[in-house]
């Protein structure tokens, strides 16, 4: 299996866009949590947060290939659950199978809530600090805030055994703990 050095290495190659790599750490933290929290393997999921949109530079524009090129690249650098997860994550755009598996839901709202955490701590003045579960649902229902964030993906974390608030705290934490690394100290 690939090591965190050489998935960092290959992120910025195929991914150094500063957003990107931002996403990525965040969606490691947060894969990387959760693998705690359902006694999973904590360096294959997150691994699989780091480099989940290892195409998106080349996939961006259209998405059909998205994912699918990302399990391409890292065949043989992960196991197959973590490939399959990866194509899952974006099925509705590329036509894989969907979402099965704990560790396919666990990435796509996991990667998701990011989007979400991200923007509300940019936008308040304490960034990461005190940031709460019922404020980030007060965002949630707010369609127009992080517009492009999937709600109905974030809440895909119920098919874990998860509730939604519990999520959110766990992903605030998750966070939180790489919050310098990514603008959000």
């Not at 195409?55 to 992960?78: C, P, S, V």
């Not at 990435?107 to 304490?126: D, N």
């Amino acid at each position: 299996m690939i090591t965190r050095e050489e998935a960092l290495k290959l992120l910025k190659q195929h991914n150094g866009e500063a957003g990107q790599v931002n996403h990525a750490l965040e969606s490691e933290a947060v894969m990387r949590a959760l693998a705690r929290k359902l006694n999973k393997d904590e360096e294959t999921w997150g691994l699989s947060g780091l480099l989940h949109d290892l195409d998106y530079a080349t996939t961006k524009d259209g998405a059909t290939r998205h994912g699918l090129d990302t399990a391409e690249m890292l065949e043989g650098k992960l196991p197959a659950e973590a490939l399959d997860a990866i194509r899952r994550h974006a099925s509705e755009m590329n036509g894989s199978e969907p979402p099965e598996t704990d560790f396919d839901y666990a990435l796509r709202c996991g990667e998701t809530i990011t989007g979400l955490v991200h923007t509300a701590a940019l936008v308040r003045p304490t960034k990461m600090e005190g940031m709460k579960p019922k404020s980030l649902k007060k965002k949630m229902k707010d369609r127009a805030f992080a517009a492009s964030v999937n709600r109905d993906e974030i809440r895909e974390c119920e098919k874990l055994g998860l509730e939604l608030g519990d999520f959110l705290q766990l992903s605030i934490d998750a966070i939180t703990e790489v919050a310098p690394e990514v603008g959000l100290a």
